[in-house]
């Protein structure tokens, strides 16, 4: 009999799977799960590696299935002002930034915060004698908006508005560009002049990136983006054998490039191979922008009467869009975070249906009306959600995010365990640079509708949050279903991938609020050892 290349021993197995919800021991060969319980126990040899789990629990492996994982990499550096809510603490951190900086040398930050901006404009007075008149290009918490400071749209040649494809705009007064960008057309045309990140150094942080969050338990993300050297990062650690990740990528199609999109298909089709953890998975399209910047799309506009339009200035394109990546083989993930963006990009899917074995995918779907809560049961369409991002909107609805819907759109926000009780399936993730990447995060927040530890503060919006069980599904079974690969992903089962994560502690029973400092004892990806605690 062939010994196994791996086995985890006389552990808590929660296997996620219906035929055999518990078992205690996984065997694993060539990265596939070959044998459980005793059988698993025989298949132990002199060359076989165990990870000793006595008194932990195992769980399929962790997916991501909102992530920017390479454009995260790149954007992170600089200023971190995440927590910088007022004016004072922004240009104060953008000057120790700037501070080492020579007179020419860029200044970069990322994280801002709309609360530190309010009741004035985003505009490039606020933050030019911070950084002493040096380039500066700051992204907003969103990442839908940018700022930029004098020198640096003056580098980067953004001297007046511009006509965009899609709803992207340079915000300009009668002095011209204010120095913020609206949107991510816009957003890109100017962070293009920053200076790029070496490519050796980009491959480090994202392999970094990825051991981190190996750390924490991730085996897999769904990157969602086509950012400036995406592809050619995720290629390159894949060819070089330095992947620790199982990703599946989900480049953009922005509404200006529709008559190209067949052609870029072809040509991402050569990304992986039958043993590469690297696929193309599905095609990105942007419904709308974000709520905080004023660019979703709702059935009324905000109470700032903004976010009344989509970012196609034609749907029909958008539809025309789908269809050709249906053709291709591919489904479409739409980022559709206003109610009116989710129910028309689901009009779109009843005629254009994806390919078999596969599902579109609504991303965000932050604010729902009633009447589409059914709907992603109806047409097999995977909700896609990120239960951190309520973290920053409070129960008194005095954060941007709650003021700009209103109270009634605000009880009508992030409702997963809705989705799931009409039938429908919610698969769960980060949005990570947005929010923090730490899944042990996003299950309580799912759970708890606040962030963990914070007892005192309220659930919030009126949507019951997940059980245990739901959201640790939204990270297994509802992420495999997610990618069209239920069959061979998300669960421990003889014929299943070998991804697992490997718990401290029993994530089903610890209470939510805990569940941040839950170890994570080992994790592996295809059958290999990624981590050890």
Request: with cysteine; net charge negative.
């Amino acid at each position: 009999m062939t010994t196994a290349d791996l086995v985890v021993p006389d552990a808590h197995v929660l296997t996620m799977d219906r035929d055999r919800p518990v078992t205690d021991t996984i065997a694993v060969r060539d990265g596939v799960i070959v044998a459980l319980g005793a059988d698993a126990r025989a298949l132990i040899g002199p060359r076989t590696e165990v990870i000793e789990a006595t008194g932990h629990t195992v769980t399929p492996g962790l997916t991501d299935c909102h992530q920017h994982s390479v454009m995260g990499a790149g954007s992170t550096r600089g200023a971190d002002l995440v927590g910088a809510v007022t004016l004072a603490e922004v240009q104060r951190r953008l000057a120790e930034q700037a501070a080492p900086c020579g007179p020419d040398d860029w200044v970069v930050g990322f994280g801002g915060e709309y609360a530190a901006f309010a009741g004035r404009a985003i505009h490039r007075d606020l933050i030019d004698a911070a950084v002493d008149g040096r380039p500066a290009f700051v992204w907003m918490a969103d990442s839908h908006t940018a700022l930029l400071s004098t020198a640096a749209l003056r580098l980067a040649g953004l001297t007046g508005p511009r006509e965009f494809a899609d709803r992207s705009e340079i915000v300009c007064d009668e002095r011209g560009p204010t120095g913020e960008l609206h949107e991510m057309t816009a957003c890109f045309l100017g962070y293009r002049a920053v200076p790029p990140m070496p490519r050796g150094e980009m491959l480090a942080r994202v392999e970094e990136l990825f051991a981190e969050q190996n750390r924490h338990g991730v085996t897999g993300v769904h990157i969602l983006d086509d950012a400036p050297g995406t592809v050619d990062t995720l290629a390159g650690l894949d060819a070089e054998r330095r992947l620790s990740m199982r990703v599946h990528l989900a480049p953009w199609c922005p509404p200006g490039e529709v008559d190209d999109l067949a052609q870029r298909i072809g040509e991402l089709r050569s990304l992986g191979g039958p043993d590469a953890l690297v696929r193309l998975a599905a095609i990105k399209f942007f419904a709308d922008g974000a709520i905080d910047g004023g660019g979703a799309w709702l059935h009324e506009p905000d109470c700032c009467g903004q976010s009344h339009r989509s970012q196609w200035k034609d749907f029909d394109r958008y539809a025309d869009a789908v269809a050709i990546a249906a053709r291709a083989g591919l489904p479409a993930w739409t980022h559709a975070i206003g109610d009116r963006a989710v129910a028309r990009a689901l009009d779109v899917y009843a005629r254009h249906t994806a390919p078999f074995g596969t599902r579109h995918r609504i991303e965000h779907a932050e604010v729902l009306s009633d009447a589409d809560v059914p709907r992603f049961a109806a047409l097999d369409v995977v909700a896609s959600m990120q239960p951190t991002h309520m973290d920053w909107s409070l129960p008194d609805h005095s954060d941007n995010w709650s003021r700009r819907v209103g109270p009634e759109r605000a009880a009508r926000a992030w409702r997963c365990a809705d989705i799931l009780a009409a039938g429908g399936h919610v698969a769960l993730g980060s949005d990570w640079p947005v929010a923090a990447f730490d899944p042990r995060r996003t299950l309580a927040g799912a759970q708890l509708r606040r962030p963990a530890g914070e007892i005192d503060r309220a659930a919030y919006g009126a949507s019951a949050g997940l059980t245990a069980r739901q959201a640790l599904a939204g990270y297994t079974t509802q992420a495999a279903y997610a990618a069209g690969e239920e069959r061979v992903a998300g669960r421990i089962a003889v014929g299943c991938r070998a991804d697992l994560t490997v718990f401290g502690g029993d994530p089903l029973t610890c209470p939510p609020d805990d569940l941040p400092e839950l170890p994570v004892t080992a994790t592996v990806v295809a059958g290999r050892v990624v981590h050890r605690a």
